[in-house]
């Protein structure tokens, strides 16, 4: 008996260089930007107009998709988020003295 080995375990999902989180934002921008068309279309504006929409949006989302992915990377959004979440700065108003003084807690004045 003859078993195939998986060797894609642990690699990212990647289609057409696009890979990880950003594959799944391209899909997601393309369906909003079907439903968007589907709306125009069905409320009766003008088809001119609503296939230069359809033209015009997908390939800002598949310049701006492909930009994000080379420029940051796998994890890079995640990192991007992150770095935005981390103060600047840890401001600390009390007195060096009040620092350094040993408080006792609430399990050690019972005891």
């Given at each position: 008996?003859?078993y195939n ?18 594959l799944l ?53 995640m990192k ?32």
């Amino acid at each position: 008996m003859e078993y195939n080995i998986n060797r894609g375990v642990g690699k990212t999902v990647e289609f057409k260089g696009l890979k990880a989180q950003y594959l799944l934002a391209f899909v997601i921008g393309l369906l909003i930007i079907f439903f968007v068309f589907v709306i125009m279309y069905m409320t009766g504006i003008n088809n001119l107009c609503c296939i230069s929409f359809g033209i015009i949006a997908t390939t800002i989302l598949v310049w701006f998709t492909f930009r994000l992915n080379t420029k940051y990377g796998r994890f890079g959004l995640m990192k991007l988020a992150a770095n935005k979440r981390h103060p600047r700065c840890i401001i600390n108003r009390r007195a060096i003295s009040l620092l350094l003084i040993y408080k006792k807690t609430h399990d050690e004045k019972y005891t």
